[in-house]
């Protein structure tokens, strides 16, 4: 039971190029999130899917787009990346609003 | 917005010492959850906890919702307690955005 994988773990980009973030469950959760933690601060929600075909926006979406690609699998894209992006990204799951959450273990994006 | 405060910002204890991190908040919330980050970062569930007390080892948190804080209690403190503290609340009219407070910093030193 590998709960919640993220795949990269790490990630290096240079100003203006793109990529795509890994993120599947095996919990058959029906809701799916994106936070990003910085230095100093807190989770900061980026965007979440609530469940299979939908999602929406959280605290701080701009420069990002989400793909809920089945109940299971969760991506994050950034398309154009800028040194603001530069973060500790997570992905994570919960079975619904009021259910606990289950985190993936981060990715660690520098962007240069 | 709300406001979710953590205190203290940074703990220091020796092991086998007891200590309490509480998480206060600013509106009424549906539920709220503990959790810890390891120093390699990995965030773990301790507690979904809206209200009452839950126990988990040495581990054991209160929320008084009518109150607006919550209370995590660590007992006989191991070196593998460190890392931080993050409290999580779910606002009222918000169905899915948890809202994160900043952390309570705890070394347990040998």
């Known amino acids: 039971n590998a709960g919640v994988t993220q795949t990269p773990k790490f990630q290096v980009l240079k100003t203006g190029q793109s990529m795509t973030l890994q993120c599947a469950q095996d919990?058959?959760?029906?809701?799916m999130y994106w936070y990003r933690q910085d230095p100093g601060m807190g989770l900061r929600l980026i965007y979440y899917s609530a469940s299979e075909g939908t999602t929406d926006k959280g605290e701080v979406p701009n420069g990002y787009n989400v793909s809920r690609l089945n109940k299971r699998e969760f991506s994050l894209r950034l398309e154009s990346a800028a040194p603001s992006q530069t973060s500790v990204y997570f992905c994570?799951?919960?079975?619904?609003?009021?259910?606990?959450?289950?985190f993936g273990n981060g990715t660690r994006l520098t962007v240069t | 917005g709300i406001q979710v405060e953590q205190s203290p910002p940074d703990l220091i204890l020796q092991e086998g010492a007891n200590s309490t991190l509480r998480c206060n908040f600013s509106d009424s919330v549906n539920n709220l959850q503990w959790f810890h980050q390891n120093p390699w970062g990995q965030l773990i569930n301790l507690f979904y906890i809206p209200s009452g007390t839950k126990q988990n080892g040495r581990l054991s948190a209160t929320t008084v919702a009518t109150e607006r804080y919550s209370l995590l209690y660590i007992s006989s403190s191991q070196t593998t307690d460190s890392g931080v503290y993050f409290c999580a609340v779910l606002l009222m009219d918000s169905s899915y955005k948890l809202i994160f407070g900043s952390g309570t910093r705890l070394l347990v030193r040998p």
């Open positions: 919990m058959n959760h029906n809701s």
């Open positions: 994570a799951s919960s079975r619904g609003s009021n259910s606990p959450l289950h």
